[in-house]
């Protein structure tokens, strides 16, 4: 969290004695104080797995469509441009497949909590 510079008032300058504009000393030119960073919350559970193979499924599917398009490239001669694409396109479809992942296991795990919070009311 930021607090505006008391010794500047947020400019980042101070005058010294002699009248002449220089840095605060406090702030470092900043105008801000920095208090203190606050830490990134931690992945644990479930959201720490989910993460993890969503990962893994970008890899297995970008990877896969790659081996396949170097195989058809043996048989196929491809122009440029199809080349660029079909280099590009898996990566692509990698995220879609992960990001489908992650949908599907969030909504399962969303299910699971509030069949498990209903049984009790």
């Known amino acids: 969290m930021n607090y505006l ?14 009248g002449h504009l220089d840095v605060c000393d406090k702030c470092w030119g900043l105008g ?11 992945v644990e559970g479930p959201e720490k797995q989910i993460k993890r193979n969503s990962m893994y499924v970008m890899l297995a599917i970008t990877a ?12 196929i001669t491809f122009s440029i441009y199809y080349f ?32 498990s919070n209903s049984h009790g009311h």
């Open 5 to 18: 510079c008391e010794n500047c008032r947020g400019s980042g300058y101070v005058t010294d004695p002699d």
């Open 32 to 42: 801000y104080i920095v208090a203190r960073e606050e830490p990134k919350p931690k």
């Open 64 to 75: 896969s469509s790659w081996g396949l398009i170097v195989l058809f490239s043996l048989y």
């Open 84 to 115: 660029f694409v079909l280099f590009i396109g898996p990566y692509y479809l990698g995220l879609l497949g992960s990001s489908l992942y992650v949908r599907y296991k969030n909504k399962k795990r969303l299910k699971a909590g509030e069949a």
